[in-house]
């Protein structure tokens, strides 16, 4: 069984502090790793995709992976209160386009102005 | 910005019913997906589609569910006998490569 692990939090920062968001996966096969943002009653919205060993940056946004230790991680930079939301890790054990996504519970992070 | 379309956005229906969700994916994208997410649970793979035919199913997929291409635009989940337990969100989303894209979402309740 291909598990996807979250803390479900909630995590609390105040306002312009770093979040850091993390996820574990059991399948040594993972290719492709996500972030997805889920406001509440809403669907995912992607945030940002990594599929190599490393750090990758986007704007505010940064997500590292680390093969040999299955864990992936997203940094908040600058939080936002609009940044409040479910953040779900999900991952695909398919290079290509087939892949299914396996998604965790969910990190719910609240940020405080 | 192209995006996926659910419709309807919110469906009630009586146990024992059959349910039509229907989905318009991005018109370039080749790989469609159906998920649900239960309340307060995970996002749940159902289904993946591609080159009109199933390419994979989970343990959820059971034979009240099926799915359909019907014409060059519309992606359908049928569920043939609805239970109180499949009331859930379910998604629609589709990709051209390996990131994919989510629609809003039908809220499906059954009473």
């Known amino acids: 069984q291909k598990e996807v692990e979250q803390n479900s939090g909630p995590l609390s920062v105040p306002e312009g502090a770093i979040a850091s968001l993390n996820c574990t996966y059991s399948?040594?096969?993972?290719?492709?790793f996500f972030w997805y943002r889920q406001y509440s009653g809403k669907s995912p919205e992607l945030i940002m995709s990594i599929y190599s060993n490393g750090d990758k940056e986007d704007g505010r946004f940064t997500a590292q992976l680390n093969k040999a230790s299955q864990y992936v991680s997203l940094l908040i930079r600058d939080s936002q209160p609009s940044d409040s939301a479910t953040y779900l890790c999900a991952v695909t054990g398919y290079g290509g386009s087939q892949g299914n996504l396996i998604f965790g519970k969910g990190t719910k992070l609240s940020v405080k102005p | 910005e192209p995006e996926v379309t659910q419709t309807p956005s919110h469906q009630v229906t009586q146990m024992g019913q059959e349910v039509i969700l229907r989905c318009v994916p991005i018109?370039?994208?080749?790989?469609f997906y159906w998920y649900r997410q239960i309340l307060g649970q995970k996002v749940e793979f159902l289904v993946s589609f591609y080159n009109n035919e199933i390419s994979e199913k989970s343990e959820i997929f059971d034979d009240q569910f099926s799915v359909e291409r019907p014409d060059g635009s519309n992606f359908t989940l049928k569920i043939r006998s609805t239970k109180l337990e499949d009331s859930a969100m379910y998604f629609c989303?589709?990709?051209?490569?390996?990131?994919?894209?989510f629609g809003a979402g039908t809220r499906l309740s059954v009473l």
């Open positions: 018109s370039n994208h080749l790989y």
């Open positions: 989303a589709s990709t051209p490569d390996r990131v994919e894209y």
């Open positions: 399948d040594r096969g993972s290719q492709s």
